[in-house]
Every structure is written in structure tokens, then in C-alpha cells.
């Protein structure tokens, strides 16, 4: 595999191709006709076969994509779960060796092809179900999981939200937690600073509703994509473009049936809606348990008392649409949110002091978004230092980012064990402990309120750590690892990999 950019050698250009192709690569798929029930069932077995991440163990990680193929209360319809759930998978679908994901995608933001719109007859709307048909209902057509059976209802995890600027129609493409409410309402919760949050209240301050699309079940190169942030993707940056760099052509989107925005063409299914100007819901008012559903870090959110309402007018789909669906504390949001992170911080870093930083490893402990591993070369006395600035930048590069550990060149930044052996032998924590309270990190992270520390002011704020477990430059001779011979293994075991 190579890090460079390639015109898809990986043959994958939607969800089903991306599903043939990991159906030829041993221990990568399973399915089953066995039927399952969407409430709670579906979710809990697919935390034993191949959730990781943050998930309540037992779990297992890097465990196969699993497809279900009869869902209880549904026809004709398929769920596929776990798709990115291992680096390796994520590595098959962009062509790419593991370790260099965050190169590539890197490149990518550097070198974007803008999606185009297509005239002809685009298969995500070979069905169409208008919302002003008498028996149309999102929880008879869908089958969103509720993902444990405290959740505030079915939620769409993977749906790729598309909507654009009311003012200058620039684009944007993100993931958002969006609970079915009813027949035709959606919930929709935007973490602050997310662009389409700031189309919304453009819009709402104009009166007006903000067109919108869902796409979901769609090529895994969008699915990373669309999980960039600021301020590697400013405003008016469409993700989207990063995806056609990955496959080296465009992203073909359609016009929508019933509002004036764009949705992915060849997208299994698509909801077509608009987010209304000063309609709020409350996220669990049809459960009362004051809870969402499972988040990244691991823990179940609090549903929210007022969250903004998109009004669904159509649904289409294709025949036989395969839904799409994640664990949300599982492997798989480690991959979608930390391969655009590693991008950020090798991106901010490498502009900043080229060749010192040699790799980024969002770490699967804080879900892709609150832990990096940075591997920093140390190459004359004068770069002593230069690591903590390092961290500092990813702190810039990615906003959310709680903590960052610094390893030296000869860590294996991907192997949890050879990090805390770094920490075991190379950190003294009175000394190579960097604090930095009251700033900004996710909301999400249940540590972040004021009872928990005194230098938190209000929820969401937290105390940002660096852990440089590097060696300082004058003793490196006196932490050089054993050296072991080189040897052509496979002349022992052919088959050795």
C-alpha cells in the first residue's frame, strides 16, 4: 500500500462496493439472516463482535463489519454496522498503509476536488416516499437502532447532514446525533462551532428554515471526510472536496425531490428536510430517562431540553437499501474523528517546524478526539523544547484535544503497550507534566464541570495535560532500547505476517 494519492485502486466507490470488497479479505465480514430487533438487540450484539473503542466490555476490537439482513418491523432492508471500525479496513478503502492514514488525508485537504452535480437519474432516488403521503412515517421506513434501552429514542449515527450558506451557498458536510421524534421530526444536536449550526442561525435570523439533506449508507472515503473541523476546514470549506482528493474524481451529488440543496448521489438512502426557525424539542420527550444515547466517550449523554427541529418532506432511497449505523462509543468513531485529527496536528506541526513531527495517533482511549500520541524527533540540543510547542499547536490544530503524550522516534506510537513503557522510563511527573486549566474541550467528556475541579468555571471547560515522555536531548545515549538482530523471518515461517 502507499500513501499517495491514487484514482481509487481500491475499486471502492459507494457502500456496496466497499462491502464486496472487505467480503474478499479474510476475518473482515460477517453477516447474518438470523432476525433482529432494531430496539437495543441490535446494538448489543454488535458490542460483542466488533464495537471496541470506549465500549463497556466485554468487547472485541478491530472485529469484523457485521450486516443483518432481517430487521423486526422492516422489508427489504439491511443494516450494515462497523464499517471503519478497524485502521486496517480504513487502510483497504483509501489504498493506504495504516500508519500513513493521517499523511494521506492530510494531503488531501491540501489538494481538494469540489463534488459536481449530475443531471441524470441518481440511484439514491429510485424510491421516493413524499412526507405528504397519509401513511408516511420515519419509524415505519427506517430502522434507526436505539442503541441501549435507556435511549431517548431511534437514533441516526451516520447520517451525512449537507446544507449550505443561505448567504454565499458555500457548503458543508458533517455527522450530527439526530433522534426520530415522530412521523416527519427529526432532533438535531450541533456541538458549537460546527458550520452547519452556523447556516442555521443565519437563516433563523432571517425567519427562514435551512434546507437540508441526509445521506446515508455512502462511499467510507466521505464518511472520514466529512469529519474534519476547524480550523483545518474553515467556513465555506466543503468536505466533500476532501473526499474526491482521496478518490481522485469528484463526489457525484443530485439535486433533491423536495428542497432546493444537494444530497450524495449514490447514497442508499436520503432524508430531505428543513431545520425550522425557533422550533425546539426536548430530546427525550418521548422517554422521560433524561438520557440520549451512548457517546464517544463511552457514556451515555444527557438528552437536551430544547434541540432544533428538522421537518422531514421526503424520503428516497434505493432498492433494497442497506441503513447504516455505529456504536457510538465504538472503534469506528475512533477512525472517522481521528485520522482528520492526526491530518490537523500533522498539518498545523509540520508548517510550523517541517520534519520534526513524524506521526499522530488519535488514540482509541479518548475516542479519536480526546488523546494524541505525537512521535517527535529530536535531532540537535536546540530542538529541546520544541516537542511541548508541538503539543501545544495540536492543542490549536484540534480544539477538542484534552491530552497529548510525546514519544520519541523509536516508539511505536500505534502499540498502547510501547507508549506506556515510554511513560514507564522516560517521565518524571513532576517534571514532564504540563498543565494548562480553563480551556475549551468537548462537551461530551463528563469530567468537565465544576464539581469535579475547582478550575472549572462551567461545564465543558477543562484542564488540557501534555505527558512529555521524551528523552532530553543531552541523555539520548543513555536510553538507546536493546538491539535485537535483523532477520528474514519467513525463511523460518513463510507464512509469518
Same mark, same amino acid.
Given at each position: ?5 491514487n ?5 471502492v ?11 474478499t479479505?479474510?476475518?473482515?465480514y460477517v ?12 446494538s ?5 463482535v ?9 468487547t ?8 443483518f439482513?432481517?430487521v423486526?418491523?422492516?422489508q427489504d432492508?439491511?443494516?450494515a ?5 478497524s ?5 483497504h ?12 488525508l492530510?494531503?488531501?485537504?491540501q ?13 439514491c ?39 449550505s450558506?443561505?448567504?454565499t451557498? &458555500?457548503?458543508?458536510?458533517? $455527522?450530527?446525533?439526530?433522534? %426520530?421524534?415522530? +412521523? ?6 450541533l @456541538?458549537? /462551532? ?27 472515503a466521505?464518511?472520514i471526510?466529512a ?9 465555506g ?5 476532501v ?17 432546493n440543496?444537494?444530497a ?29 444515547m451512548?457517546?464517544?466517550?463511552g ?5 437536551? &431540553?430544547?434541540?432544533p427541529? $428538522?421537518?422531514?418532506?421526503a %424520503?428516497?432511497? +434505493? ?6 449505523? @455505529?456504536v /457510538? ?11 482528520p ?9 509540520g ?26 524527533k ?22 477538542e ?8 522516534e ?7 503497550d ?27 467528556d463528563p469530567?468537565q ?15 488540557k ?6 528523552v ?9 532500547r ?10 523460518f515461517?513463510?507464512?509469518?505476517e
Amino acid at each position: 500500500m502507499s500513501n499517495s494519492k491514487n484514482n481509487n485502486a481500491s475499486g471502492v466507490c459507494d457502500l456496496r462496493s466497499a462491502l464486496e470488497l472487505l467480503k474478499t479479505l479474510p476475518g473482515e465480514y460477517v453477516e447474518t439472516d438470523t432476525e433482529v430487533d432494531p430496539h437495543a438487540e441490535l446494538s448489543g450484539v454488535y458490542r460483542y463482535v466488533g464495537a471496541g473503542g470506549t465500549c463497556q466490555r466485554p468487547t472485541r476490537k478491530n472485529g469484523p463489519v457485521m450486516v443483518f439482513n432481517k430487521v423486526k418491523g422492516f422489508q427489504d432492508i439491511s443494516v450494515a454496522i462497523g464499517l471503519n471500525g478497524s485502521r486496517k479496513r480504513v487502510s483497504h478503502f483509501l489504498n493506504c498503509a495504516p500508519e500513513k492514514l493521517g499523511h494521506l488525508l492530510k494531503d488531501s485537504v491540501q489538494n481538494p476536488i469540489p463534488p459536481v452535480l449530475i443531471e441524470d437519474h441518481a440511484v439514491c432516488q429510485e424510491v421516493v416516499h413524499l412526507a405528504s403521503d397519509a401513511n408516511f412515517d420515519l419509524r415505519k421506513l427506517l430502522p434507526a437502532p436505539t442503541n441501549t434501552e435507556e435511549d431517548a429514542g431511534p437514533y441516526i449515527t451516520m447520517g451525512l447532514c449537507y446544507a449550505s450558506d443561505p448567504e454565499t451557498r &458555500e457548503s458543508d458536510i458533517t $455527522i450530527h446525533r439526530l433522534c %426520530v421524534q415522530s +412521523r416527519d421530526e427529526l432532533s438535531m444536536w450541533l @456541538t458549537p /462551532g460546527r458550520h452547519i449550526d452556523a447556516f442555521r442561525m443565519k437563516a433563523e435570523a432571517a425567519g427562514k428554515p435551512l434546507p437540508i439533506s441526509i445521506s446515508i449508507g455512502v462511499d467510507p472515503a466521505i464518511e472520514i471526510a466529512a469529519c474534519f473541523e476547524p480550523p483545518t476546514t474553515p467556513l465555506g470549506y466543503d468536505e466533500l472536496s476532501v473526499a474526491g482528493a482521496l478518490r481522485g474524481h469528484a463526489v457525484e451529488m443530485v439535486q433533491c425531490k423536495t428542497i432546493n440543496e444537494r444530497a450524495i448521489a449514490h447514497a442508499e438512502i436520503v432524508i430531505e428536510g428543513e431545520l425550522l426557525p425557533h422550533v425546539r424539542l426536548r430530546e427525550d420527550q418521548n422517554t422521560d430517562t433524561g438520557k440520549a444515547m451512548p457517546e464517544f466517550p463511552g457514556y451515555t449523554g444527557e438528552a437536551k &431540553e430544547a434541540l432544533p427541529v $428538522i421537518k422531514v418532506k421526503a %424520503v428516497t432511497h +434505493r432498492y433494497n437499501p442497506i441503513w447504516r449505523t @455505529t456504536v /457510538g462509543p465504538g472503534e469506528e468513531h475512533v477512525n472517522m474523528a481521528g485520522i482528520p485529527t492526526e491530518a490537523s496536528i500533522l498539518d498545523m506541526v509540520g508548517r510550523a517546524m517541517p520534519g520534526k513531527l513524524l506521526n499522530v495517533f488519535a488514540h482509541s482511549a479518548g475516542g479519536g478526539k480526546l488523546l494524541a500520541v505525537m512521535q517527535f524527533k529530536k535531532f540537535s540540543p536546540a530542538d529541546e523544547g520544541r516537542q511541548r510547542q508541538a503539543a501545544l499547536l495540536a492543542f490549536s490544530a484540534f480544539p477538542e484535544l484534552k491530552h497529548v503524550i510525546l514519544v520519541d522516534e523509536d516508539v511505536d506510537i500505534f502499540d498502547s503497550d510501547d507508549v506506556l513503557w515510554a511513560m514507564q522510563t522516560r517521565y518524571q511527573g513532576d517534571v514532564d507534566t504540563v498543565t494548562i486549566p480553563g480551556v475549551r474541550c468537548h462537551p461530551l467528556d463528563p469530567s468537565q464541570v465544576p464539581e469535579y475541579s475547582p478550575s472549572i468555571l462551567q461545564q465543558g471547560m477543562s484542564c488540557k495535560t501534555i505527558f512529555d515522555c521524551t528523552v532530553p536531548f543531552h541523555l539520548k545515549s543513555h536510553f538507546e532500547r536493546s538491539k535485537f538482530k535483523a532477520v528474514d523471518v519467513k525463511r523460518f515461517l513463510p507464512d509469518f505476517e
